[in-house]
């Protein structure tokens, strides 16, 4: 990987390798937009790990151009201050120090800010929706200037370079693309019409900047929406504001009718974007980022020795993995938390209001959650292999705690392996390789084909014990539910390609979902009953998007608002909500409406006197991401 590892200079900032972590919200923010030490900490411990680049979160030059509450702002003095620590702490790491600017226009409620949203056209974001203002002239002079304010700003804080976002639906792209720019005047029509706006920003942020500072901008290359940009016609576009003075480009995709195209999920490839870097960096005569699903080191050097990309953007990768650069430089894949593409990320933002993540439950909590060396080494025994029974033995032992983990099955991963049959979910395997690796490297000792007793506790004598065992299938109280066609979701996702010619799967959950996709693309024919007015509520909204793309493309019936009522040797009896029964025919009756807890030993342990905890399913059946956190933060406890 000498040419990931190669340094990169631009305009004399020198980056010390090619890795770039681009701007990614993080919503650890205040409410009045200020910086707490959760901020600087996590930019600092990115920095640390190794990128040759950090680019600080989207921060928004203008009040009606925030997304939420929690973004970012630089649309005042009283913010340098806190944009010069985190400047400061990212210097002082060894990367260069960047910064995105940005005005969502129509992409914005209402609510948030107090008013209908400015637009270049009468055009409502197809994802927000809602009334918005096409901009006056004086309104685009008045968001050109405060860009310039915002570039005056970044300078007196301390950064090396700025970043104009022109991507992903947000105002500047707005204007590019015909998609959302209808206008009639020189801010519209042709592509030197709609260029116009963008370009008019990079002028003013030049001119406030000087020559000798870099300037990237950030565009959606491809939209993927009727009228959206194409590689082509966004090669054009950057051609002109080369003209205007930017330095460097940030190729990304994907507008606000496309975010599966901003936020790749498991289901895109690795690098999904590289190809049209390379096009665009064949067109230009300025370096190129690209970014999207670059989590491997190895696919990531491979860009720059084809010549895709002079840097790549590794953003979740490095959330899930801060050191991993690090890592990556000093031979040790294997230790890397590889990102899975899960998009638990951006799930935690939208509903809980800050980031989050499934595989690393440290980000945005790496104060609270360093780890620290026990003073008192105990003996500690935990039951069940699955994903918050391995996360909970590495981290105790990385402690210095005596760790003995046991499972019952001859394999360890539990729920993960499971989750990782399914085509599209193949990534877990690379979270289940960790898990394994780090009870390696800490030398927790593992017990297979192990059924853990009262009589196993008492003769080890722990001095804790933590329960990890799981849950098991619920099963509906129906007539026929325990006949020979009934099946429930590990007899299907045991790793043996599925022989089930026609299913019924009882349960329109993520699971159920996911089952039916994986029957359905070995010829299956499927139809999902699901009791709820819609399926797969509780599944991150991008992920859900192209899912359900894929379950029609395979041709899956899906009937809510049903729910069993009996199962017969050849299907299944099921009721609507007026109580009308229908009778569905097929071969196989897949049981998919959750599981309940199994922790069955949990009070005869307590009963021995012994310090004993319950975490992931066995607590509450739920995702390996509240298994894992409680496993981390049970770990690091006790």
């Known amino acids: 990987m000498k040419k990931l590892f190669s340094p990169f200079s631009i305009k004399g900032r020198k980056l010390r390798n090619r890795i770039v972590?681009?701007?990614?919200?993080?919503?650890?923010?205040?409410?009045?937009?200020s910086y707490s030490d959760q901020t600087v900490e996590h930019y600092r411990r990115r920095a640390a790990g190794g990128p040759g680049m950090v680019i600080v979160e989207a921060h928004g030059v203008a009040p009606e151009g925030v997304v939420a509450n929690h973004q970012a702002r630089i649309y005042d003095d009283r913010y340098i201050e806190g944009l010069s620590r985190i400047a400061e702490v990212i210097k002082s790491e060894g990367a260069i120090p960047a910064i995105q600017i940005h005005h969502a226009g129509r992409q914005v409620p209402a609510r948030v800010i107090k008013r209908k949203p400015f637009a270049p056209s009468?055009?409502?974001?197809?994802?927000?929706?809602?009334?918005?203002?096409?901009?006056?002239?004086?309104?685009?002079?008045?968001?050109?200037?405060?860009?310039?304010?915002?570039?005056?700003?970044?300078?007196?804080?301390?950064?090396?370079?700025?970043?104009?976002?022109?991507?992903?639906?947000?105002?500047?792209?707005?204007?590019?693309?015909?998609?959302?720019?209808?206008?009639?005047?020189?801010?519209?029509?042709?592509?030197?019409?709609?260029?116009?706006?963008?370009?008019?920003?990079?002028?003013?942020?030049?001119?406030?900047?000087?020559?000798?500072?870099?300037?990237?901008?950030?565009?959606?290359?491809?939209?993927f929406v009727p009228n959206g940009l194409t590689t082509e016609e966004s090669i054009e576009i950057l051609k002109q504001l080369v003209e205007e003075g930017i330095d460097i480009v940030q190729v990304s995709a994907g507008n606000d009718a496309t975010p599966e195209w901003i936020?790749?999920?498991?289901?895109?490839?690795?690098?999904?974007?590289?190809?049209?870097?390379?096009?665009?960096?064949?067109?230009?005569?300025?370096?190129?980022?690209?970014?999207?699903?670059?989590?491997?080191?190895?696919?990531?050097?491979?860009?720059?020795?084809?010549?895709?990309?002079?840097?790549?953007?590794?953003?979740?990768?490095?959330?899930?993995?801060?050191?991993?650069?690090?890592?990556?430089?000093?031979?040790?894949?294997?230790?890397?938390?590889?990102?899975?593409?899960?998009?638990?990320?951006?799930?935690?933002?939208?509903?809980?209001?800050?980031?989050?993540?499934?595989?690393?439950?440290?980000?945005?909590?790496?104060?609270?959650?360093?780890?620290?060396?026990t003073e008192t080494p105990r003996k500690v025994m935990v039951i069940g292999g699955g994903p918050g029974g391995l996360n909970v033995a590495w981290v105790a032992a990385k402690r210095g705690h005596d760790v003995s983990l046991y499972e019952r099955q001859s394999k360890l991963g539990g729920q993960l392996i499971l989750g990782s049959i399914s085509s599209y979910?193949?990534?877990?395997?690379?979270?289940?390789?960790?898990?394994k690796n780090q009870i390696k490297r800490y030398c927790v000792k593992s017990h297979l084909n192990f059924d853990v007793t009262v009589d196993t506790i008492s003769e080890n004598n722990p001095d804790v014990v933590i329960l990890a065992t799981g849950s098991v299938p619920i099963m509906p109280p129906v007539e026929g539910i325990n006949s020979h066609n009934v099946v429930t979701v590990p007899q299907i996702l045991n790793g043996v390609r599925p022989m089930i010619k026609e299913a019924i799967i009882i349960g329109g959950g993520a699971t159920g979902c996911e089952v039916a996709l994986h029957l359905a693309e070995h010829g299956c024919p499927v139809t999902i009953v699901e009791m709820l007015p819609?399926?797969?509520?509780?599944?991150?909204?991008?992920?859900?998007?192209?899912?359900?793309?894929?379950?029609?493309?395979?041709?899956?019936?899906?009937?809510?608002?049903?729910?069993?009522?009996?199962?017969?040797?050849?299907?299944?009896?099921?009721?609507?909500?007026e109580g009308k029964e229908l009778f569905l025919k097929g071969r196989s009756v897949v049981i998919a409406v959750g599981n309940s807890p199994e922790n069955s030993l949990f009070d005869q342990i307590k009963a021995l006197g012994i310090e004993t905890y319950k975490i992931g399913d066995c607590l509450e059946a739920r995702s390996a991401k509240e298994a894992i956190f409680e496993g981390a933060s049970i770990g690091r406890s006790i």
């Open 21 to 33: 972590m681009p701007a990614l919200a993080s919503f650890l923010i205040e409410d009045d937009g």
């Open 122 to 223: 009468p055009l409502p974001c197809p994802a927000i929706k809602g009334d918005v203002e096409p901009l006056t002239i004086d309104g685009i002079r008045k968001i050109i200037k405060q860009f310039g304010d915002a570039a005056d700003r970044i300078t007196q804080a301390g950064f090396a370079l700025i970043e104009i976002h022109g991507a992903h639906g947000y105002i500047i792209n707005q204007f590019l693309s015909r998609f959302s720019n209808i206008r009639e005047d020189e801010y519209g029509g042709d592509i030197t019409g709609r260029t116009r706006f963008a370009g008019e920003i990079v002028r003013e942020v030049r001119q406030r900047v000087g020559d000798d500072f870099p300037v990237s901008f950030k565009i959606s290359a491809q939209e």
């Open 263 to 373: 936020c790749q999920p498991m289901f895109m490839k690795k690098a999904c974007l590289a190809d049209s870097a390379a096009k665009i960096k064949a067109a230009l005569n300025i370096p190129v980022m690209v970014v999207g699903r670059i989590n491997d080191p190895l696919i990531a050097d491979s860009i720059i020795v084809e010549g895709k990309a002079d840097l790549v953007c590794m953003g979740r990768g490095l959330l899930a993995d801060p050191e991993l650069p690090i890592k990556a430089r000093e031979g040790r894949l294997d230790d890397i938390r590889i990102c899975i593409a899960c998009n638990k990320c951006m799930q935690s933002i939208f509903r809980k209001g800050r980031i989050e993540c499934l595989v690393n439950p440290a980000l945005g909590r790496e104060k609270e959650m360093a780890f620290r060396a």
């Open 425 to 435: 979910k193949e990534e877990m395997v690379n979270l289940l390789r960790f898990l």
């Open 534 to 577: 819609k399926i797969g509520v509780e599944i991150e909204s991008i992920i859900k998007k192209v899912l359900l793309q894929k379950l029609k493309k395979n041709n899956v019936k899906i009937l809510t608002e049903h729910r069993l009522s009996s199962v017969s040797k050849d299907g299944a009896f099921v009721i609507d909500k």
